[in-house]
Each structure stands twice: as C-alpha cells, then as structure tokens.
C-alpha cells in the first residue's frame, strides 16, 4: 500500500545521497524504530529494496507510507531481538528532506557529512548490540571517505578525512570481535 504525497523527482540513480525521516509501527500503534536526518545511498543496501525503490522518485518534502515485512523494516535480528514476529506487516512512514539535484556532482563536504551520520547511526546499532548492522554502516562511511577522497579533497576536508577513517577501523574492529564469524576482509 503506497500513498505518495508531495513533489516528485526525476529518477535518482544508484549512488545518490538523500536524507530522510523515518518510522517503523506496528498495526497497533507500538512504534519500532524512528529515525531523523537519517542519509542514506540510492541503491546502498541501507534499507529495505521496497523502500528504496519508492524514494527514487520522491523529491524534497515528499512522504510516503509503505506496508512491508517487520523483518524488511528493522532487520531480522533485531525482530527477534524484540520479540516482533519478521513476517508481521508494519507501516513505513518516509519523508525525504534533502536530496542533491539529480545528475549533479556531490561535493566532498557533502560526503564526508554523509560519512559522519552513518558513523553516528552505526554507534547507535553498535550500541543496541547489533555489530552485524553496525559493521555494514561503519563500512558504508569509510566507502564514502574514499569517494570524498578521490575527489581531491583539500587539505583541511583530507584531514577530517584521516581523524573519521582513524575512528572507523577501530569501530569496525571491534564490530568484528563481536561478531560470532568475523568478516576479515
């Protein structure tokens, strides 16, 4: 079920950075997660396929709700974490509230910004004790420091660069120690 309000966009292409507002409910009201200024990658695997698809052509103010599987929404682990049956239908409610013009190259502060709000999202996970989640958004941030860096970021952007990318591979290896089957790649 897909109710779009707002102004459309043209078709965002794998790779674009958009920021949204996000909530998970159940058919009884509970709320299961919500999220705000959360930025997320076209086309990343950061949230659910379902989702992703449907803000490709949402511009800027834009909100829709979606039905989706629990499991689709917050992940299966964290489902089972909160004793919410995965194959529950829960309501998506998604706001885009900034997103760069289509086409257009994104800046390196753009990117390193983007970095930081998954770096702060991962901590969050890494805290709730999900390193699995955590691992991939700490992964993701250092993915887009290397786009910002070769970018020929200034000297001023690399520096913020080196201090992030020191501050994730330690993240994610402690990520990897809490994993049950560590990913050593």
Partial sequence: TRKM??????R????????IDYS?????GRELDRRHDLTIEQGGRMIAPEID??????????????????A???????CDRIEVDRASTVAVWVRVTDAPESGAETAVASLI???????????????EKCP?????????????LKRARDQHASGEQLSTIQGVETSLHLNIAACQLNLAEPDLE
């Fill in 132 to 144: 699995d989640r955590a691992l991939a958004r700490y992964k993701k941030a250092s993915r887009l």
């Fill in 12 to 19: 965002r292409r794998d790779g674009a950075l958009v920021t």
């Fill in 113 to 127: 910004e983007a970095a930081c709000k998954f770096k702060e999202d991962a901590n969050d996970l890494y805290r």
């Fill in 53 to 70: 698809h449907a803000i490709r052509l949402m511009g800027v103010g834009a909100e829709t709700t979606l039905k989706v599987t629990a």
């Fill in 5 to 10: 309000e707002g102004a459309a966009a043209e």
């Fill in 72 to 78: 689709s929404a917050i992940g299966a682990l964290r």
């Fill in 24 to 28: 998970v409910q159940l058919p009884d």
